[in-house]
């Protein structure tokens, strides 16, 4: 695990037709990589495909230019100061500050995920494996949005041990402006 890399896996669903349902897999997430190929006029999608700031695609294969992109990624600064607080009563609390004048609206995005899920294979290429996953999404829930002007701060809830992210990304599949885990 690299903390300045926040991975979430998004399973999808238009590879079930041929022989086995990615129980992991889901419409949505279909969606979302199609909303992120659309926002990049790009005419293809990959899998597995890499978004790195909500804006950067990459195929699976592609290790090498994915860390080049993760390092510049790095080194950028970044246009919000987010900070997120968990309370013991099941609620989190963002605040966020732009440090330069964003476009909005900015969505606030909670995203929760299971850091590991192992699943038997039953059919398909992949017949008889086990095959663990890291960092599955489990939900993604649009708690509001923001002008990306002056300061904000939110309470939502957060129930449960399941780990989760806040992401601030620009409406419509743009970038990604800020993220932070929730601890």
Known sequence: MRPEVIALALHVDYWDYIGWKDTLGSAEN???????ARAAHART???PQFM????????????AEIEGEIAKSRGASDPVRISVERNG???IKIATE???RLAGPVLIELVRFAPEVTVDITRGENKGRRISYANVVTSWQTLGTW???GALTVEAPYLG???GVIILQAANHGPIYAAARIN
């Open 30 to 36: 279909t969606a979302r990589q199609q909303g992120y």
């Open 45 to 47: 999608i990959y899998t």
């Open 52 to 63: 790195i700031a909500g804006q950067i695609a990459l195929g699976g294969a592609h290790s």
């Open 89 to 91: 009563d099941g609620q």
């Open 98 to 100: 732009p440090l330069v």
């Open 147 to 149: 002008s990306g002007r």
């Open 161 to 163: 041990d399941e780990p």
